[in-house]
T-cell receptor, first 114, second 114 residues
Framework: NAGVTQTPKFRILKIGQSMTLQCTQDMNHNYMYWYRQDPGMGLKLIYYSVGAGITDKGEVPNGYNVSRSTTEDFPLRLELAAPSQTSVYFC?????????????FGPGTRLTVT | AQSVTQLGSHVSVSEGALVLLRCNYSSSVPPYLFWYVQYPNQGLQLLLKYTSAATLVKGINGFEAEFKKSETSFHLTKPSAHMSDAAEYFCAALYTGANSKLTFGKGITLSVRP
C-alpha cells in the first residue's frame, strides 16, 4: 500500500490565486482529514469527512473548501489565497472499524502565499 | 473545551540520557491518547497509543508512555536518548463520540546533544 499520498509537495501562490491540494489513500478508510501545521501551534483541523459525499468543518475552515466524491480522494481547495494560508498541510485517514483509531498521515504540502 | 497540553516547546538532552516529554489532557472521561513523531520535512508517524487497555504502553524506537488517570497525564519516556530521536513530538487525544476527532498539543521539539 502507498498509504496516504499528497500532491504537490511544494507550491508558491500569489495572493488571490486558487489551487487544489490533492490527497489520496489506498487503505479503504472512511474517515479523512485535512490539517494545517503552523510553527509552535500544533495541527489544526480544517475539514474532515466520514465517508464519500459527507464532509464537515473543523476548527479553521475559513478560506477552504473540500469535496469527497470517492472513498479514496479528499481534495482541499483554496479559492482566494491569502498570506495567512502559508502553512504546511497534512492529509490523514483512519479506519472506522475496530478500536484502532490510528490516523495515518501523508507527507504534507508546503504552501507559501506571497 | 477539550484540550491537550504539552508544556514547553523545546527539550534538550544529552545522548544516552533519559527522555521525558510531558502531556496532559483535560477531560473527566479519559480519551484515547496518542504520541506522534515528526522528523524534519516529513509527515507524522505514530509512536504509540493508549486505547483503555494496559496503562503502560510500549511503542516503536524504545519509547513508552504511562497513562495516569489521577494526573490526567500521558508522559512519553525513553531511557536512553539517541541522536536519531531528534524530532518534533506531538501528543494527541481522541474524545470518542460521533465523528470523533483528534485534538493535538502544540508539539515539543527534542534536541539530542552528542
Amino acid at each position: 500500500n502507498a498509504g496516504v499520498t499528497q500532491t504537490p509537495k511544494f507550491r508558491i501562490l500569489k495572493i488571490g490565486q486558487s489551487m487544489t491540494l490533492q490527497c489520496t489513500q489506498d487503505m479503504n478508510h472512511n474517515y479523512m482529514y485535512w490539517y494545517r501545521q503552523d510553527p509552535g501551534m500544533g495541527l489544526k483541523l480544517i475539514y474532515y469527512s466520514v465517508g464519500a459525499g459527507i464532509t464537515d468543518k473543523g476548527e479553521v475552515p475559513n478560506g477552504y473548501n473540500v469535496s469527497r466524491s470517492t472513498t479514496e480522494d479528499f481534495p482541499l481547495r483554496l479559492e482566494l489565497a491569502a498570506p495567512s494560508q502559508t502553512s504546511v498541510y497534512f492529509c490523514a485517514s483512519r479506519n472506522d472499524r475496530g478500536a484502532s483509531y490510528e490516523q495515518y498521515f501523508g507527507p504534507g504540502t508546503r504552501l507559501t502565499v506571497t | 473545551a477539550q484540550s491537550v497540553t504539552q508544556l514547553g516547546s523545546h527539550v534538550s538532552v544529552s545522548e544516552g540520557a533519559l527522555v521525558l516529554l510531558r502531556c496532559n489532557y483535560s477531560s473527566s472521561v479519559p480519551p484515547y491518547l496518542f504520541w506522534y513523531v515528526q522528523y524534519p520535512n516529513q509527515g507524522l508517524q505514530l509512536l504509540l497509543k493508549y486505547t483503555s487497555a494496559a496503562t503502560l504502553v510500549k511503542g516503536i524506537n524504545g519509547f513508552e508512555a504511562e497513562f495516569k488517570k489521577s494526573e490526567t497525564s500521558f508522559h512519553l519516556t525513553k531511557p536512553s536518548a539517541h541522536m536519531s530521536d531528534a524530532a518534533e513530538y506531538f501528543c494527541a487525544a481522541l474524545y470518542t463520540g460521533a465523528n470523533s476527532k483528534l485534538t493535538f498539543g502544540k508539539g515539543i521539539t527534542l534536541s539530542v546533544r552528542p
